[in-house]
């Protein structure tokens, strides 16, 4: 799997690509707000707005405004240079941690963006999510749906894999397996679905795999 630094981000640093589509967001992708590090206004909105998203009022049931105040973190880190010059044009209450870490969520993947967007994952969930890198991410943030994990274990998670456990043996300390979900089939591919594994013999994970496998290989990443 591809990862791409936060420099070679596909779309703009603080466009609202995935809160400004309706299919996620439904009514409110009208009123998503952009930040342009490049505009010296708009990193004064961006500045504007990190101090109200420290102050406390938009609160994480919200996880639309919580991923605007992660887009103003990092445009606003773009747009003065550094973590500690962001803080000082955001104002006195706020500080370098607060910024880099939902700088850091806003620099996670489409796909989980378009989860916490969704409220699959919480905003305080994906703050430790994106302590890790590479597929660990994906890897933290799937299990965090699938296994109904809890901020807690997310973080717990987060912080054992940074001190260098892997993370299929981390999720699994929490309780939760790596690669296990439940899908909603048709009925009549439900049925064939396990025919065709008692006759060959196997799980139906493995039909599935392998089929999903071969989808995957001729279709084109998403992101």
């Known amino acids: 799997m591809d990862e791409q630094s936060p420099a070679d981000r596909r779309s703009p640093v603080g466009e609202p690509v995935v ?9 409110r992708a009208a009123d998503a707000v952009g930040f342009d590090p490049d505009d010296p206004e708009s990193v004064a909105e961006a500045a504007e ?11 994480d049931d919200d996880h639309v405004l919580m991923l605007r105040g992660a ?35 806003h620099d996670l993947p489409q796909a989980i963006r378009r989860q916490v967007a969704r409220g699959h994952i919480t ?4 703050k430790h999510v994106a302590r ?26 987060a912080s054992a ?24 089939l048709p009925l009549e591919t439900y049925v064939e679905l396990r025919r065709r594994a008692a006759m060959r013999n196997v799980e139906p994970g ?18």
């Open 49 to 59: 707005t990190v101090r109200l998203f420290a102050s406390g009022d938009v609160g």
């Open 206 to 223: 493995a039909i599935v795999a392998t089929a999903l496998e071969g989808h995957f290989a001729s279709s084109p990443a998403d992101e």
């Open 71 to 105: 887009a103003a973190c990092a445009a606003l880190v773009r747009g003065v240079g550094s973590y500690k010059e962001a803080a000082a044009r955001a104002g006195d209450e706020v500080t370098v941690a607060f910024i880099r870490k939902w700088a850091r969520v």
């Open 161 to 184: 894999v940074n001190d260098g456990d892997d993370v299929e043996t981390a999720v699994r300390e929490v309780g939760v397996d790596l690669g296990r979900m439940g899908l909603d």
């Open 19 to 27: 809160r400004s589509d309706p299919a996620v967001t439904g009514e």
């Open 123 to 126: 905003p305080s969930a994906a």
């Open 132 to 157: 890790l890198g590479g597929t660990d991410r994906y890897l933290l943030a799937w299990a965090a749906i699938d296994g109904d994990m809890t901020v807690r274990e997310v973080r717990s998670v």
